[in-house]
């Protein structure tokens, strides 16, 4: 009996060395992945499909990089205060990064020194924040991507000056006032009718963007001063709200120069109502803004300025379009 027991607790023995010997050491934990990097993408609005063409391409530059965007916008590019309170609002969420189109080049500033305070990586598109008052506030080193705004206002309103070989009264319906985009398109506008000595300036009015408030500054413009033969507009949106009051007076003669190449004005220029309009590219400049920003916040440097280059759109080259 005795000996039966010795055996069985040898058998246990050796099996308990083989489990022994079998078993594999614990497994060391997975290392986890970081968390996709969380950069804010903030606009003026997406009433205008500019905007949209712009998230876009934003929306692109996340889905390549990795990364995840969050997209805010105000209600109208009007609502300054409201484009205030969303960084606000994204400083407290601790993004880490902001790319913003500002709707207002010098109040935006003081939300955007106190998120470069806070350590979030800022990125300029689009409308140029004012370098003067950014620098005495503090707020340095801002990236900044856009198109040449004077040029290509210069290219949209030479097109239809070109045209014009007899003296002719011309009128300029500008963005918002204190919007650097605005002020150098009115520039760009100025010079390109200023060139032709047959052209006299005889307004420039604000329609702050808005394609209503254009209609509205269009009919009291016509009504002062009836024989004006172009206009050019600041962006597309106003542009066609000008065309709306000229198809509804019936001033068929009047050629309308703009800028953005929304899909709508390129349609006013297939049907003849719109003369010319200027690509400046949305999709990319939300591209850019974003991959500088990832850039950044990976130890890499980036331009402090990228001009993406203009695009005459006219009859011409949407009918060479396949």
């Known amino acids: 009996m005795r000996s039966i027991v010795l055996r069985l607790m040898l058998m246990v023995l050796i099996v308990g ?161 204190s919007a650097y985009n605005a002020q150098e398109r009115k520039t760009g506008a100025e010079r390109a009718f200023n060139e032709n000595p047959n052209l006299s300036i005889v307004a420039s009015e604000t329609a702050n963007w808005k394609i209503d408030e254009a209609y509205t500054v269009a009919k009291s413009t016509f009504e002062k001063y009836p024989h004006i033969g172009a206009v050019f507009c600041a962006n597309d949106m106003m542009a066609l709200g000008v065309i709306e009051y000229l198809k509804e007076s019936k001033r068929n003669t009047v050629l309308v120069a703009a800028f953005d190449a929304l899909e709508e004005a390129k349609e006013e220029i297939l049907a003849g109502r719109l003369a010319v309009t200027i690509d400046q590219q949305a999709g990319r400049q939300g591209y850019v803004g974003v991959e500088y920003a990832v850039k950044i916040l990976r130890g890499e440097s980036v331009p402090l300025e990228t001009m993406i280059d203009v695009l005459v759109v006219s009859s011409e080259t949407l009918n060479k379009t396949p």
Do not use: H, W
Not at 43 to 63: C, I
Not at 85 to 97: F, M, N, S, Y
Not at 152 to 165: E, M, R, T
């Open 17 to 177: 060395l083989l489990i022994g010997c079998t078993s594999q050491a614990p497994l060391s934990p997975t290392p986890t992945a970081p968390p996709p990097l969380r950069i804010a993408l903030v606009m003026k609005t997406l009433t205008n499909p500019f905007f949209v063409a712009m998230e876009q391409g934003a929306r692109q530059a996340e889905k390549d990089l990795g990364i995840n965007l969050i997209v805010k916008t105000a209600a109208q590019e009007t609502a300054i205060e409201q484009q205030i309170k969303i960084v606000e609002d994204l400083i407290t969420e601790k993004v880490k990064a902001i790319v913003i189109a500002p709707g207002d080049s010098q109040k935006l500033i003081p939300v955007l020194k106190k998120a470069q305070d806070a350590g979030i990586v800022i990125i300029n598109i689009d409308n140029r924040l004012d370098p003067t008052v950014a620098k005495n506030v503090g707020l340095i080193n801002i990236p900044f991507v856009s198109v040449n705004n004077e040029v290509g206002a210069y290219l949209s309103a030479k097109f239809v000056s070109d045209k014009i070989a007899t003296p002719t009264q011309v009128a300029i319906i500008e963005g918002i006032r």
